[in-house]
């Protein structure tokens, strides 16, 4: 569990992780060491969900080794199949990395939504729905191991 407390927004007390794959977590389809590392340091503290419709194919073997299930969202119907496993496994104590049209549901559904900005771009609608948009995603994931600057960022 990560408890999130910041004045004048609600407090969270985080007990999941959803990461969209592709312009999220990776990059052309591949996944940084760093990368890995922080997802695995923050898998002590939270369970963590890789959701992909994996388009370039290589979700499972870059995930491998990875402290992460992975869980293969439809490709057609990518946006409300995110939301209702957001939904499922409680989006009250869940917080949604994405950076696609199809992140928007779930980063808006979610208890804390964040949108990457990385290399691939974000989505105009899930900017606009994010609690906190970062520049990549091992800021993001930073931001879960420091609460205290996430709570600077969100504070009313
Ligand atoms: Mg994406």
């Given amino acids: 569990m ?8 609600q407090d969270i007390m985080l007990e999941n992780l959803v990461l969209d794959f592709n312009g999220t977590l990776a990059s052309d389809g591949r996944l940084s060491g760093k990368t890995r590392e922080l997802v695995n340091e923050i898998a002590g503290s939270l369970k963590v969900y890789v959701l ?25 119907n990518g ?7 957001v939904e499922k496994i ?11 049209v199809n992140d928007v549901l779930m980063l808006a559904r979610a208890a ?7 290399p691939e771009g974000c989505a105009g609608q899930a900017l606009a729905r994010a609690d906190v948009v970062v520049r990549d995603i091992n800021e993001g ?7 205290v600057r996430l709570a600077a960022t969100l504070r009313k």
């Fill in 2 to 9: 990560i408890a999130l407390s910041i004045p004048g927004y």
């Fill in 52 to 76: 992909t419709a994996d388009t370039f194919g290589s979700a499972a073997r870059e995930c491998a080794g990875l402290k992460a299930e992975l869980i293969t969202i439809d490709r057609d």
């Fill in 79 to 85: 946006g409300p199949d995110k939301e209702a496993f």
């Fill in 90 to 100: 409680g989006a009250d104590e869940t917080a949604a990395f994405g950076n696609g």
């Fill in 112 to 118: 804390l939504g964040i949108v990457v900005m990385g």
């Fill in 141 to 147: 994931l930073g931001l879960l191991l420091n609460p």
